[in-house]
């Protein structure tokens, strides 16, 4: 067995891809992932050492952790060039560092793509015996890999900041290092608060740039023009194509988590902006061949491409899948060249409709506060029993059907909050209000889950409460992939405890640091709806 992988919720048979990764990533890619991973930690141990290392070393790292998570990039030429840039970045490191090791992460390089195949084979997740130091050092790494994700996006706004930095090198390094459990759940939990740090910067970085998002009304149907689909996260890349595509003819329409680019002000003034079109991302097969035009994936989720419509479909950032066109990053200053990508979709017919009407979303932490006096109000009238957080990841498994099932089942005086693609499997059900405040308030992106984070941190201001459990407020959390870690240890971090987690729980959790999270976190398993919808009103 050379692969090994359990980084998502879809780890087949609970345990982990040895052959294929359910996403569709290959051994291959697999390997060389981990063989990426590998070179990290070897240019963490110097960077770490480094007194105000480089941001470049911080900003690379960001970026190749960003290219491993889950369905963002199964380009096997590309994760290899990442090695490559990542040993000559170490070997840099290693030069200007203090810190000498002779360590074979600290060394090694490879010879070829096969010889990179190979390291990863030999070091990746297994390399490490002990089953439960293994479990940690796993998940504080795929906390990492979410919080890069973020980093990334604040960064190519202009903002960042270098404790983030510094915390992965540290963090990379001591995965390194004979350990204790103790030591490791310390850097986890400092995991959790760098991944706060970095939500909010990102929060920052896209209402500075964008304006805060507003409660926004959006249309799911389509137009007669052709059109431009964009996926994925990056705001960025979705103000660029829509500046470039101005005038040409060309609509763009939104999909998945690129969705919540319809509550900001900036993106309003583009009438060509048409809607959203479909659903989460594991339905792009069937969803990417009904639009007919050309497809932008700026981040994950990619699932395996069809032939049908790989020929109009194009990756950039991190994102990346063999034969697929790749539009680079632009130098300092310049926009991307979006020119080919517009030039093919006036060649092609407009989208197919498959589903009309709207959908409301918009509901940020400013947009929450804004009427906090009427959500109070409410709560304390009893008009509001419960809010009931519902944020993180869509999926394929069909227990997910649990989470549109709980959703119908809450009584009419539960509020969902939501953000994430998690909320495509309630956002379109005519779940009704509470005296005008809708029953179903979706904050964004997954990472507008620090919205919810604010809203409740204020909330417990609010009605002058020590301890944010004592609100009306449940956790049931749909996960996925890398970025729903970094989202978790957020929560523990602030204190949040209560948290249902599934469809499953994290394969990457040993028994024994699964009872640690339900020890101190009271992290538990989703159950059966009623049984779960009762609890929940009950706040247990």
């Known amino acids: 067995m050379s692969m090994f992988c359990f980084q998502c919720q879809e780890a087949a048979k609970g345990t982990g891809c040895t052959v294929r990764g359910v996403c569709g990533k290959t051994e291959s890619c697999a390997d060389l992932q981990d063989a990426l991973v590998y070179t990290l930690k070897g240019l963490s141990i110097f960077a770490e050492g480094i007194k105000d290392a480089d941001k470049k070393y911080g900003r690379f790292v960001n970026q190749a952790l960003f290219a491993t998570i889950t369905n963002a990039n199964f380009d096997d030429a590309r994760i ?54 293994r479990s940690l050092r796993e998940l504080m790494v795929y906390g990492l890999k979410g919080v890069a994700a973020y980093a990334d996006h604040a960064y190519v706004l202009g903002y960042e900041d270098t404790s983030i930095y510094a915390h992965a090198f540290t963090a990379l390094a001591a995965t390194t290092k004979s350990l204790s459990a103790e030591e490791l759940i310390g850097l986890i939990m400092k995991t959790g608060e760098i991944a706060v740090t970095t939500m909010a ?19 799911i149907g389509v137009g007669t023009n052709p059109g431009i689909l964009i996926s994925g996260h990056d705001l960025k890349d979705m103000k660029e194509l829509l500046e470039q595509t101005q005038g040409t003819g060309v609509d763009v329409y939104t999909h998945s988590e690129m969705l919540p680019a319809h509550y900001y002000p900036e993106f309003k003034k583009y009438s060509h902006l048409k809607g959203n079109y479909g659903n989460a991302w594991w339905k792009q097969d069937k969803e990417f061949e009904s639009f007919n035009g050309p497809i932008l994936m700026t981040t994950n989720c990619i699932v395996p491409v069809k032939d049908s419509y790989k020929g109009r479909m194009f990756t950039t950032g991190m994102a990346g899948y063999p034969g697929l066109k ?22 092609c017919p407009a989208p197919t409709q498959i589903e009309d009407g709207k959908i409301v979303g918009g509901f940020a932490h400013a947009q929450v506060m804004a009427v906090a006096d009427k959500v109070v109000d409410a709560v304390k009238s009893g008009a509001i029993k419960r809010f009931v957080v519902m944020a993180g990841c869509d999926g394929r498994h069909k227990e997910r059907s649990y989470f549109t099932d709980v959703a119908e089942a809450l009584p009419k005086d539960a509020v969902i909050l939501t953000a994430g693609c998690a909320k495509y499997r309630y956002n379109k059900l005519n779940l009704g209000d509470i005296g005008g405040i809708p029953r179903v308030l979706d904050a964004g992106q997954c990472n507008d889950s620090y919205s919810l984070a604010v809203i409740a941190l204020k909330l417990k201001e609010v009605f002058g409460l020590e301890d944010i459990n004592e609100l009306p407020l449940s956790f049931d959390i749909a ?62």
């Open 80 to 133: 290899y060039e990442l090695i490559l840039e990542g040993v000559k970045l170490r070997d840099e490191a290693k030069a200007a560092s203090s810190v000498s090791s002779s360590l074979d992460c600290a060394v090694w390089a490879p010879k070829s793509m096969e010889d990179a195949v190979a390291k990863g084979a030999s070091f990746g997740v297994l390399a490490t015996e002990n089953e439960d130091i």
């Open 201 to 219: 910067l990102l929060d920052k970085a896209n209402t500075t740039t964008y304006g805060s998002p507003e409660v926004t009304e959006v249309n």
């Open 326 to 347: 790749h539009i680079a990053d632009a130098a300092s200053g310049k926009q991307k060249d979006f020119s080919e990508i517009i030039a093919l979709a006036k060649t």
């Open 479 to 540: 996960w996925y992939e890398q970025k729903a870690v970094a989202v978790l240890l957020a929560l523990l971090f602030l204190g949040v405890k209560g948290v249902r987690l599934g469809p499953t729980l994290p394969a990457f959790l040993s028994p024994n640091v699964a009872k640690v999270l339900v020890e101190n976190f009271d992290i538990k398993p989703i159950g059966d709806v009623a049984g779960d919808v009762e609890k929940i009103m009950a706040g247990c």
